[in-house]
Nanobody, 125 residues
Framework: QLQLVESGGGLVQPGGSLRLSCAASGFSLDLYAIGWFRQAPGKEREGVLC????????YYADSVKGRFTIYRDIAKSTVYLQMNSLKPEDTAVYYC??????????????????WGQGTQVTVSS
């Protein structure tokens, strides 16, 4: 059974860091692109970053460039979202999702067909 489980969210002060994990099961992580998305209260879901099958990363959100990175540990079947220099506007529920293919297509989420349950990130002093 295909499953994605996020973890690592929490409350952090502005300027702090968090690392989110997306543990995958039921499929081979190295065969598909995996994306991170977020949704803040009252806002539409927003694409953040994607890691392609071949190991390239694609930024969906310009606002996180230079602060967020994405990487993959195939042995652990986990994709990570490293978030540094966090800002209050990064507050959202963060989701990981499996792309239907190998490339980081579909920043709106349309090309993603399996989603985790989400993990809350709150940036506040």
């Amino acid at each position: 059974q295909l499953q994605l489980v996020e973890s690592g969210g929490g409350l952090v002060q502005p300027g702090g860091s968090l690392r989110l994990s997306c543990a995958a099961s039921g499929f081979s992580l190295d065969l598909y692109a995996i994306g991170w998305f977020r949704q803040a209260p009252g806002k539409e879901r927003e694409g953040v970053l994607c890691f392609s099958k071949r190991g390239g990363s694609t930024y969906y959100a310009d606002s996180v460039k230079g602060r967020f990175t994405i990487y993959r540990d195939i042995a652990k079947s986990t994709v990570y979202l490293q978030m540094n220099s966090l800002k209050p506007e990064d507050t959202a529920v963060y989701y990981c999702a499996k792309n239907r293919g190998t490339l980081c297509s579909g920043s709106s989420g349309f090309e993603y067909h399996y989603w985790g349950q989400g993990t809350q990130v709150t940036v506040s002093s």
